[in-house]
């Protein structure tokens, strides 16, 4: 005589997915940890940016009331490590760039560069 459940014969009874939601969670968990951490590396480098483009506009500010080019790039240099500074005229005006590299992590390295301009002979 046949089995009345015709689901006994293929074995799909509650404890056939057992350890499928830790099985599945093993396999999101490093997808996840990345996604955080380049998020949190994307928002170390915007506050890099943020700090050069500061760094460049008091350095033009500085240049622009008859400061030093060497006081310039003393100023960027305080405020962000590794930073290459440049400065040039153009017409009227003072212009300071500077590039660094943020880094994400250890194997990723983003360049990041601001410039700034300040009325030369200002106060």
């Not at 008859?66 to 240099?77: C, D, I, K, L, R």
Request: aromatic share 0%; proline share 3%.
């Amino acid at each position: 005589m046949r089995d009345a459940d015709p689901d006994a014969d293929r074995g799909s009874g509650p404890d056939d997915d057992r350890g499928s939601v830790a099985a599945e969670l093993a396999l999101a968990l490093p997808a996840v940890a990345l996604t955080l951490l380049l998020g949190a590396g994307a928002l170390g480098a915007a506050a890099q940016l943020v700090a050069v483009q500061d760094a460049v506009a008091d350095a033009a500010r500085l240049l622009g009331r008859g400061e030093s080019a060497a006081a310039a790039e003393a100023a960027v240099a305080a405020s962000v490590d590794g930073a290459r500074v440049s400065s040039h005229t153009r017409d009227e005006f003072v212009c300071v760039s500077a590039r660094i590299d943020a880094r994400l992590g250890r194997i990723i390295s983003i360049p990041l560069s601001a410039s700034s301009c300040a009325l030369a002979g200002g106060l």
